[in-house]
């Protein structure tokens, strides 16, 4: 199967993103030994397969139905990115450097933001504490429907800047934790309104870096940047063309935003990071498909 321009590129990030993957985890066999686990069996090993299903139904169809064809190869690296930031996040996890946690609750102190406080305001209203749970959770469905949606109103250029923007924000952001670890406001603050999972992301940084039996794969790992946060922005920006659904994933991703520091998953200065990395992703994005297409 013939690749494009774009597609080469595309492959040698996620080549790149691979053979990164492969020196953090040789830097911490040789040197540090931390224990930890594998992302990629639980995420990803899946992926694999079905990024190959695309691929070969994309070249089939090659010259029946060349948009077809364009839609599949561009989900199949889609897939197959997912699969990849599995295996890159099993490497990051070996950070050696002190969390950044203290600082990111300083800035937050600095700005007059009370984590514990928020909280427990929200705990005491279930209701709105259910309701800022399901739009924190709608994200992974969004990056699941997102392609399909720019798929589905034949915009290859919103298609390819969107793919993009989600291998740059990935790996950009992967790399901000390995030299900048943080693992969210639970592993800083004491409050019983923090859920049991939050408090499993700091459980599992301690035991990689304890060099203790990871006991757990629930839990996030990345606070700063917020990828939730990141993620919204992209999947807002490809429904741009359609108003009403624009509209509809503008008001749903601005409760997520919010939930991200008014459930405790994220400290507030982690919010404004996550938006520049998905603006800055988007115009690389812009700046790469402008570059390659031609």
Partial sequence: MTLSCEDRWLAGWLLAALLTAAALMA?????FHYTGISYFPREGWWLAFVALDFAIFGHWVRERSPYASFVSVNLAFYALTAAVM?????????SPFTRIDPALARWDARLGWDTVAVLHWVAERPRLRSALNLCY??????????????????????????????????????????FFPSSGPAGVFQSLDFLPV????????????????VTTLLGGLIAFPS??????????????????????????????IASTVLLG??????????????????WSGEVTHRRLSL
């Fill in 227 to 256: 990828f939730h946060v990141a993620w919204s922005v992209l999947a807002t920006f490809v429904t741009l063309p359609n108003r009403k659904v624009f509209g509809a994933f503008v008001v749903l991703n601005a409760l997520v």
């Fill in 265 to 282: 998953w994220h400290y507030l200065v982690d919010v404004p990071a996550g938006i520049l990395l998905a603006i800055v992703c988007l």
């Fill in 137 to 178: 959770n709608s994200t992974e469905l969004q990056l699941v429907l997102a392609p399909l949606v720019a798929a589905l109103a034949h915009d290859r250029r919103r298609l390819r800047v969107f793919l993009y923007a989600i291998v740059y924000s990935s790996f950009a952001g992967s790399l901000v934790y390995y």
């Fill in 86 to 94: 599995g295996v890159l996040t099993t490497g990051i996890q070996y």
């Fill in 198 to 213: 939050q408090r499993l992301t700091h459980l599992k940084f301690e035991q990689v870096h304890n060099l203790q039996p």
């Fill in 27 to 31: 830097v911490n066999a040789s040197r």
